[in-house]
């Protein structure tokens, strides 16, 4: 029987489609406003919350998903100008990743589980963590749709929206929240090392192929695709990590772009 017909690569494939396309759609709200290092800050600090869940023998995602909430919770109160972000963010990762390596050493045993967090699970996921996927999918999609008028006029211009009465604070916190989803959602595919794989280079991608807000997260989120299903077919058919094929197939495509991309800013000044 072919490989494809088991279950744990068919729930492989459909946990990768809902995280690609969260992080597809989510993707290029981080690039435009600037906040790579804020999802490398959650990843990592996501990490350590998913070593202190074992510890104590709680599931890892759950310490995963709790440490992003509250560094994106922490990173808002901190960093409420921009250019106090990147220091609140720089501060709560080092103390992060000290608590992680405290964690590591307290517990012994933990080489296996730290892997699989670091690098991703993406072929071990059971049923329960499709629909997991999937819940937290619709719940970062439906936040994206309420807020997504004003998140995209703050991202834009904002210093007009604060004028026009946009509650840039809230915006803020609200999307950061909605970054802690996805970068927890993010982890299980790529792990935390390589989140940014998904999170950042579909959609440097796109917004180098069109200048249309639309297109470029239409774009992200299909690019964000192929690179999640090529990676797992890939990880199939070789048995090799799917994260390496993840991260190599969004690289092809970022450099593709980058490539064609000199349309990108002409279009930008026809539209002008």
Request: aromatic share 8%; proline share 4%.
């Amino acid at each position: 029987m072919s490989l494809w017909h088991y279950a744990f690569v068919q729930q492989a494939l459909v946990a990768g489609a809902v995280t690609a396309i969260v992080a597809g759609f989510v993707g290029p709200f981080v690039t435009a406003r600037n906040m790579g290092f804020a999802v490398h800050g959650l990843a990592e600090v996501g990490f350590t919350g998913a070593a202190g869940a074992v510890l104590v023998g709680l599931p890892a995602e759950l310490g995963l998903l709790a440490a992003c909430f509250a560094a994106a919770l922490a990173i808002g109160v901190l960093g409420v100008r921009l250019r106090e972000r990147d220091i609140a963010i720089g501060t709560i990762l080092a103390f992060g990743l000290g608590l992680g390596v405290l964690f590591l050493s307290l517990y012994t045993r933990y080489a296996t589980e730290a892997f699989s967090i670091l690098f991703g699970t993406i072929m071990a996921v059971s049923r329960d963590d499709v629909v997991r996927s999937a819940v937290v999918g619709a719940v970062v999609l439906v936040a994206l749709a309420v807020v997504y008028r004003p998140l995209r006029f703050a991202t834009v211009d904002p210093e007009a929206a604060e004028a026009r009465g946009v509650p840039m604070r809230l915006i803020s916190a609200v999307f950061l929240l909605i970054l802690a989803l996805a970068v927890a959602e993010a982890a299980q595919v790529v792990g935390v090392l390589l989140v940014l794989t998904l999170l950042i280079t579909p959609a440097g991608a796109a917004q180098r192929l069109t200048p249309h807000p639309g297109l470029v997260i239409l774009y992200s989120i299909v690019i964000a695709v192929v690179a999640t299903g090529g990676g797992i077919a890939c990880g199939v058919v070789t048995s090799l990590p799917v994260s390496f094929f993840v991260a190599s197939i969004s690289l092809a495509v970022y450099l593709t772009a980058r490539l064609i991309g000199p349309r990108a800013p002409a279009a930008r000044r026809a539209a002008a």
